[in-house]
């Protein structure tokens, strides 16, 4: 019986982030966290980070390739 194959996760950092997805520091950031005074700039469907270590952060690269691929798939659709 052949044994299933996984797909690595690789973690992304944020330059590698910013550079995925076009968007700033700032941009990416304010996507994360609700602002009453810039509603506009949260999406509770942008990927949430994880922790890799005492002071740093990460992406999981799936996860960022599903959000690009549903936002490419919702701007097609208007």
């Avoid at 005074?37 to 949260?42: Q, T, V, W």
């Amino acid at each position: 019986m052949a044994a299933p194959t996984t797909k690595a996760l690789t973690i992304i950092r944020r330059k590698q982030l910013e550079a995925r997805t076009g968007l700033s520091r700032s941009s990416i950031y304010a996507k994360m966290r609700w602002n009453p005074k810039r509603p506009g700039d949260f999406d509770s469907t942008f990927p949430k980070p994880i922790s890799v270590g005492a002071k740093a952060v990460g992406w999981v690269e799936s996860e960022v390739d599903e959000w690009l691929t549903a936002r490419v798939a919702a701007s097609r659709q208007k």
